[in-house]
């Protein structure tokens, strides 16, 4: 076991309640690395199958195996990881009384380090079903395990990272957004440079051809993609598991942000078959969050990341299957079971579908635009943008909430943030407590009644954004490469009208007595049996957190009475979680 433990971001998955500060992990290695007593260990082999491996044998490999989690009865399993590069670290060594596995072991993904028994190992191993089974029937015992779970991933994450390596141009787009997939999703990865890393120009000679290729994504494996797809990514990590064709659940839900990951928690904790799909990233727009400070029973304020990311552990630690990137093409709800079909033809099959697919970021008309996104352009402010303009200007335009995080957010590694709002102020659109704070911050800069009119660029990307003063007309230019633009939502329900969901005239989903139902009781069933809708995607929604995952839990009690009426097909398939990268 290491003697000394890196410090690390404590928001990427919700490890610390209440400080968004770094934090010595070296004061938490009986935490990390906890060892059973023999009393925990009796209690374990309940769920647990023995097994024995002789010295030297393999026990699982990264991305490939999934082991669950290996209780050491006996000898040494020891964990290491090879990258692309060819190098083997030594990550762990775990002794008698203590386990292998981290988040992803709760949902049956493969692990990031290959494992070998040193001396002959006895071991139990649980799979993810029994891991759950254990939290449920051990509550004191499963708040240990799931702490040390969460702390991995963290470490993984922050200074010994594990996951794959991206290697290409530091202003390429593709890398950008492969960047900003691996760290909304809490995912561990390294970036390296080939101009100034002689290791990963070493891999561009072996595997780049020409400019298609960029980015090179290096698995833990060994195995070099060449510009993959999100999707395919997923596929590879196992954040996006193969669709069991003849699996029926009990709830499937669009979207993963707060309403959608309530849906699944209070469903799967009382027992229904769950499935989650999202395009992006759990925790939806409120995931982009910089610091949430209204959200009640967090007076010190919390990450959108954070929270999202004890959403995200909570749904998957009471049974929600959650797939990313899958995005919904289309609702098929002539037959039943329900029918979602993903935009690489697969289809899902449910006894009910929630809606919470939220809102789509809102572009404004600009000349070039799609040219500079993710080369200048952003529509959220995470820790990865933030590092790409440290103590460079910015300029963000929106006067909403979001908005007003995201510049106080920037603030704290920019050098100056040129706030732009149409309005002659933000009083009539932004909470009172973000004014105040962005009033206090001397490197905010507060631009009213201007409107963003054109975009400039050169080889690296944006340079330059031109922008109009509504009441006279007149240019006032701004040189920065970086530009948030937080300017409003549209419903993310264009894949609706097939089935015939009842909208609005702005395209939310219309539910209850404004979707022409007579029950009072289903206010958030839409006009489709069946078919429920939550958080942001709903018309009259409260666009806040706390409502979104309200109506979530609410929705779950809706679901429990519409199936007791119906004739339900039980969820008998597993699925599987194996990825296929090959």
């Known amino acids: ?195 100034s890393d002689p290791e990963a120009a070493q891999l561009v000679r072996e595997h780049w051809h020409d400019a298609s290729d960029w980015p090179l994504v290096a698995l833990p494996d060994g195995f070099v993609m060449r510009n993959p797809t999100l999707v395919e990514l997923g596929r590879c990590l196992g954040t996006l598991p193969r669709i069991d064709r003849g699996k029926v659940y009990d709830v499937l839900v669009v979207g993963a942000g707060p309403a959608g990951l309530a849906t699944a928690v209070y469903a799967a904790s009382e027992g229904l078959s769950v499935m989650v799909l999202d395009q992006r990233a759990y925790g939806g727009q409120a995931g982009a969050s910089a610091r949430i400070e209204n959200f009640l029973g967090f007076p010190t304020g919390i990450s959108g990341r954070a929270l999202a990311g004890r959403s995200y552990v909570q749904a998957i630690k009471f049974g929600a299957e959650i797939a990313i990137p899958a995005q919904a093409a289309r609702l098929l709800c002539q037959e039943r079971p329900l029918k979602v079909e993903l935009e690489d033809g697969s289809c899902l099959r449910a006894n009910s579908v929630v809606l919470a697919a939220g809102a789509r970021y809102r572009k404004p008309d600009l000349p070039e635009l799609g040219r500079y996104e993710g080369r200048g352009v952003y529509y959220w402010a995470s820790p990865v943008e933030a590092s ?97 633009l937080f300017v409003g939502a549209d419903p993310n329900s264009d894949w609706l009208h097939e089935c015939g969901v009842a909208l609005d005239g702005k395209g939310f989903v219309l539910t209850g007595i404004d979707a022409g139902r007579e029950h009072h009781q289903r206010a958030l069933e839409t006009s489709v049996d069946g078919v429920f809708a939550v958080g942001d995607v709903r018309a009259g929604s409260t666009k806040r957190v706390a409502a979104a995952a309200g109506e979530g839990a609410a929705a779950v009690a809706q679901i429990h009475g519409y199936l007791a009426n119906q004739l339900v097909v039980p969820a008998e398939a597993e699925i599987n979680v194996f990825p296929a990268h090959r």
């Open 388 to 484: 790409l303009c440290r103590r460079q200007p910015v300029v963000l335009v929106g006067g909403g909430n979001s908005a007003g995080q995201a510049a106080v957010f920037l603030a704290a590694h920019a050098s100056v943030v040129h706030l732009m709002v149409r309005r002659s102020g933000l009083e009539d659109t932004m909470s009172s407590y973000l004014i105040e704070r962005i009033a206090a911050t001397p490197n905010i800069v507060l631009h009213t009644r201007l409107e963003p009119a054109a975009l400039d660029g050169d080889d690296g990307g944006l340079s330059r954004v031109r922008c109009r003063a509504i009441p006279d007309g007149r240019e006032i230019g701004f040189e920065t490469r970086h530009l948030f």
């Open 1 to 195: 076991m290491p003697d000394q433990l890196p410090t690390f971001g404590p928001d990427a998955l919700g490890a610390d309640p209440e400080s968004h500060s770094a934090v010595d992990l070296a004061t938490r290695g009986h935490q990390i690395f906890p060892v059973l007593t023999d009393e925990d260990l009796r209690r374990v082999r309940r769920f647990g199958v023995p097994r024995r491996w002789r010295d030297g044998e393999c026990v699982f490999r990264a991305c490939i195996d999934s082991p669950g989690m290996i209780v050491v009865l006996q000898g040494q399993l020891v964990c290491s990881r090879t990258d692309a590069l060819g190098k083997r670290v030594e990550v762990v060594e775990y002794g008698p009384g203590q386990f292998s596995g981290e988040v992803s072991q709760l949902s049956g993904r493969p692990p990031l380090v290959d494992a070998v028994a040193v001396g002959e190992l006895d071991a139990l191993v649980l799979d993810a079903g029994a891991i759950r089974a254990l939290l449920m029937a051990e509550a004191e015992l499963g708040e240990r395990l799931m702490r040390a779970f969460i702390l991995r991933r963290v470490l993984l994450i922050g200074d010994h990272p594990g996951g794959p390596i991206l290697i290409g141009p530091a202003a390429h787009a593709g890398l950008f957004e492969i960047e900003n997939f691996l760290s909304r999703n809490a995912y561990p990865y390294t970036r390296r440079d080939p101009a």
